[in-house]
């Protein structure tokens, strides 16, 4: 079992930026494909709104399309870490942020059905 701690969150006004992080808590992150999901204000039955994903080696990353050239995800063996660096945030980025483990897929996939194991979320406010 995996268990996902996340922070980093907070309140910021239009055009900051937030770094969120995720550790494991027991194991590490090297067997898994990571990814970033959000809830958005705007469509609170919709949980699991990917954000971001990186592959198990690294190498590879996935974005959704209203973050792409803003976030950037990154994770750090070493340091058994995942981050989403948020640059240029919008009103519309407001939600709670999930961290997610995939033990099924080793490419950034989008779709949370991968993702077997997630984190509690952390809240992300951007005021205009």
């Known amino acids: 079992q995996v268990q996902l701690i996340e922070s980093g969150g907070g309140s910021v006004q239009t055009g900051a930026s937030l770094t969120l992080s995720c550790e494991p808590s027991g194991r590490t992150f090297e067997s898994y494909t990571l990814g970033w999901f959000r809830q958005t204000p705007g469509n609170p039955v919709k949980e699991h709104q990917f954000v971001a994903a990186i592959g198990r080696s690294g190498d590879t990353t996935n974005y959704v399309d209203s973050v792409k050239g803003r976030f950037i995800i990154s994770r750090d063996g070493a340091k058994n870490t995942l981050w989403l660096h948020m640059n240029y945030l919008e009103p519309e980025d407001t939600g709670i942020y999930y961290c997610?483990?995939?033990?099924?897929?080793?490419?950034?996939?989008?779709?949370?059905?991968?993702?077997?194991?997630w984190g509690q979320g952390t809240q992300v406010t951007v005021s205009s």
């Open positions: 997610a483990a995939s033990s099924r897929t080793r490419y950034p996939s989008n779709y949370y059905g991968n993702y077997n194991y």
